[in-house]
């Protein structure tokens, strides 16, 4: 029997859009292929949701997202939402949904890929081999704890206040996945937090140090965040999966991503503890080249792999999306951000055209 399945689209804004429509026209041949079915359903969110609702994240939107099998997200935000109120801003709308969602455990996966050692800012032999899975706790810390504002004092001044909090609840669950995930990986976890000043990474290193006599078969370290980012440039072939907080995983993702190349490279999932995942892209939403054809679609791509691997359990799918997407690289195509010497440079939906060609060739009879 068909599989069936049902899937907010959530393309945003900038290049989202365009990167969206590769990700859809890639599913449904996956689909003819893989015997699945996907209903999708489209919906608004930042500053697209803004501009037509007067809200980023409206509650049309949360519910198509609460009622489906998965959620797949392109990119939000722009220059011209940038000064506005923060409940105003695109990236609310983006934090509300994680947080709405519960989705609570971030994997942000930075794979070398042989085809593209030469794409790094970083010397091959440094690059080569990377493997690295950054598990970011996504519902908590400093981004959401309270109080938050910007106050004004007896004074007259003004004060900005952020909260970074955790409770050993919250910890013990991300620590919980970080360490089924390493288990399934190369086995080794490294914690990140900066326990050596701040009290709730105190808290943190504490109980993923208690944690760690569950899992009696995962080797695990903890490094201080300023560390673990210099590490990262310096030797990042010594990672395998890392756990950190909400505000260290953003910083960290960025870093590892480069590492890749480009971070129009990295897809990531979000996961809760039940209810659809969210899937989307590491990077922003380009303004800059948004609606020009020359968007990196890879990393939604990708996502959707991941989409279908984490969120939907079909790993087969998933692998053929991830197949295509190495033979379009070894066939020497790139999009621009990744171009190098001999390489033959495509646009966001020529990209898209090729790798629907790659199915149809790995499976010859669905033509
Ligand atoms: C990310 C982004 C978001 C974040 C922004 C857009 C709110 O940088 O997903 O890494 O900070 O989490
Ligand atoms: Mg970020």
Redesign the pocket.
């Known amino acids: 029997m068909t599989q069936s399945y049902r899937i907010t689209l959530l393309p945003g804004d900038g290049i989202g859009p365009e990167i969206m429509a590769v990700a859809v026209d890639l599913l449904k041949v996956i689909g003819q292929q893989q015997d699945l079915n996907f209903e999708f359903q489209e919906a608004l969110i930042g500053g697209a949701a803004l501009d037509a609702m007067g809200e980023p994240l409206p509650a049309q939107t949360l519910d198509l997202c609460r009622g489906c099998d998965a959620v797949l997200l392109a990119a939000?935000?722009g220059y011209q939402w940038d000064g506005l109120p923060r409940p105003l801003r695109?990236?609310t709308g983006?934090?509300g949904l994680?947080a709405r969602l519960g989705l609570f455990a971030?994997l942000r996966p930075a794979q070398i890929l042989p085809q593209l050692l030469d794409a790094s800012s970083l010397k091959p032999e440094v690059v080569e081999g990377v493997d690295l899975m950054v598990v970011?706790e996504?519902t908590g810390g400093i981004?959401f704890g309270e109080p938050k504002g910007i106050f004004t004092t007896e004074l007259g001044e003004q004060r900005g206040v952020n909260t970074m909090a955790y409770s050993a609840a919250e910890i013990d669950r991300i620590g919980r996945v970080a360490f089924e995930t390493a288990r399934k990986r190369g086995g080794k976890l490294c914690s990140v937090d900066k326990a050596n000043v701040l009290e709730v990474s105190q808290l943190w290193r504490d109980r993923i140090t208690l944690l760690a006599t569950d899992y009696p078969d995962v080797e695990l370290s903890h490094l201080y965040v300023d560390n673990a980012a210099m590490q990262l440039v310096r030797w990042p072939k010594q990672f395998d999966t890392i756990v950190t907080s909400?505000?260290f995983?953003?910083i960290l993702?960025?870093i590892a991503a480069m590492l890749t190349g480009s971070i129009g490279m990295l897809p990531?999932a979000s996961l809760g503890a039940e209810g659809p995942g969210l899937f989307?892209p590491?990077h922003?939403s380009a303004p800059d080249i948004a609606g020009k054809d020359q968007a990196n679609p890879l990393a939604q791509v990708l996502s959707t792999a991941m989409m279908l691997r984490y969120g939907l359990h079909q790993s087969k799918a998933a692998e053929k999306l991830e197949a295509a997407v190495l033979a379009f690289l070894e066939a020497g195509y790139r999009t621009i951000d990744i171009q190098s010497p001999g390489t033959t440079v495509l646009g966001c939906r020529a990209t898209g055209d090729h790798l629907i060609d790659i199915l149809h060739q790995s499976q010859p009879s669905s033509r």
């Open positions: 939000i935000g695109p990236e983006l934090l994680r971030n970011r996504l981004y909400n505000l995983g953003d993702s960025d990531s989307e590491v922003g």
